[in-house]
């Protein structure tokens, strides 16, 4: 059980005003798992994490989307705070670094206003998700269906909707990134599509 990730590289991809926990247990989750985590952004050096508004601890980047390629990873972590996919969807690179995970059929894990991100990238449509409550006329705009649930996946989207969701949320994105690929998006629009 301790070793269902071993050798897989998981990307958390995340900017300042990163909601903490949900860096920091999906981390830990990882880890104990036997993957290897490491911190992207749309900045080197380090980011700043916050406890709801409060400021928290900072955290070291690995590397920033530009030096970096979805390619290079088993899996992608998104964690919410405002501030955080709002700066990040602001960005062309961490769309498109976002977006290749998507494309290569790769597990995602996305929690509370991180599906910002997946609609920003245009993954929503066809799919059934969970975010923090402000983001289901967003979600459904996107083409998505939304629901209010601890968890959900959807052909290796895992999404959830707070901090409070987070044991449910951390276990069952290490299922999917164990399990590896799945259908690459472009397939499911094709699916949708017709």
Request: proline share 7%; net charge negative; charged share 30%.
């Amino acid at each position: 059980m301790a070793n269902e990730l071993q050798g897989k590289k998981i990307a958390f991809l995340a900017a300042d005003g990163v909601e903490q926990v949900e860096l920091t247990e999906p981390w830990k989750a990882v880890e104990q798992a036997g993957g290897e985590p490491e911190l992207i952004s749309i900045k080197p050096g380090k980011i700043q994490g916050v406890k709801h508004m409060d400021k928290g601890d900072t955290f070291p980047v690995s590397c920033t989307v530009d030096q970096v390629s979805s390619r290079e990873f088993d899996g992608l972590v998104q964690p919410g705070g405002v501030a955080n996919p709002d700066k990040l969807r602001m960005s062309p690179k961490a769309v498109e670094f976002f977006r290749g995970f998507f494309q290569e059929g790769k597990p995602v894990a996305v929690i509370c206003h991180g599906p910002w991100m997946l609609v920003e990238a245009d993954v929503v449509r066809g799919r059934t998700i969970t975010s923090w409550p402000s983001l289901k006329t967003d979600i459904r705009n996107a083409g998505g269906t939304w629901v209010d649930e601890e968890v959900h996946t959807d052909n290796g989207l895992v999404t959830s909707r707070k901090p409070d969701d987070l044991p449910a949320f951390c276990k069952k994105m290490v299922e999917e990134f164990a399990e590896g690929r799945h259908r690459p998006q472009s397939d499911l629009s094709r699916r949708t599509a017709s």
